[in-house]
């Protein structure tokens, strides 16, 4: 079992629609980041949380350390949001989750 | 700031030469982090130094992978000889640790793409 899961693993949406990605991990954590890939390749740190909730424009970041699970929230989702969110965790040595990959539709 | 900055973009070579990926890590951050990027395997830390010395270089896959940090402005990774199971597109990123709301947030490079032929 990974250590950092992510869920789901693709996802297709209309522009507009509020989105959801899911990260759950079995590792105890100092940290946990989402990062966003572009199409082109370039990675963007979008968040680092170690306990409750951040907002960063139209992305909403949430974690709950009991559960050991965190969400990415995207609102009015807009078809430039097509990219993959990558969770991982730790401070240094990042586990990562594999990634979900997003494709919002006009 | 520029950002972190690699160089070069793309390094096409063939098997068995020697190549060089370079990284200038942003002013004042104390951590640099080199990764690999494959279809298969995803990303994987490579090394990490902070204030230019090698932490864990537990990720290097074998003696053919060589990092160095000279000094705080610049980092690289060698591979020689090197395969074309070397392929992948190699990120650095740097990070500080200094209080505050950026504190441990990795900031990437474009990334290398290599191709070994």
């Known amino acids: 079992k990974n250590e950092v899961e992510q869920s789901p693993q693709n996802l297709t949406a209309q522009e507009g629609e509020f989105i959801t990605i899911n990260c759950s991990y079995s590792?105890?954590?100092?940290?946990l980041h989402w990062l966003q890939q572009h199409p082109g390749g370039g990675i963007v740190s979008l968040f680092m949380?170690?306990?409750?909730?951040k907002k960063h424009g139209r992305l909403i970041a949430t974690i709950n350390i009991q559960e050991k699970h965190s969400s990415l929230h995207i609102t009015a989702s807009h078809p430039r949001d097509s990219a993959v969110y990558i969770c991982?965790?730790?401070?240094?040595?990042?586990?990562w989750g594999a990634g979900t990959k997003l494709i919002i539709k006009p | 700031d520029a950002g972190v900055i690699q160089s070069p973009r793309h390094e096409v070579t063939e098997m068995g030469q020697e190549v060089t990926l370079r990284c200038k890590p942003i002013s004042g951050h104390d951590y640099l982090f080199w990764y690999r990027q494959t279809m298969m395997r995803g990303l994987e830390l490579l090394i990490y130094?902070?204030?230019?010395?090698?932490?864990?270089d537990s990720g290097m896959p074998e003696d053919r992978f060589s990092a160095k940090m000279p000094n705080a402005s610049f980092s690289t990774l060698k591979i020689q000889p090197s395969e074309p199971r070397d392929s992948a597109v190699y990120f650095c990123?740097?990070?500080?640790?200094?209080?505050?709301?950026?504190?441990?947030?990795?900031?990437f490079g474009a990334g290398t793409r290599l191709s070994v032929l």
């Open positions: 990123a740097s990070s500080s640790d200094v209080t505050g709301f950026a504190k441990n947030i990795q900031y």
């Open positions: 991982a965790v730790g401070y240094y040595q990042l586990i």
């Open positions: 949380l170690s306990s409750g909730k």
């Open positions: 590792v105890g954590i100092s940290a």
């Open positions: 130094f902070n204030n230019n010395v090698p932490i864990d």
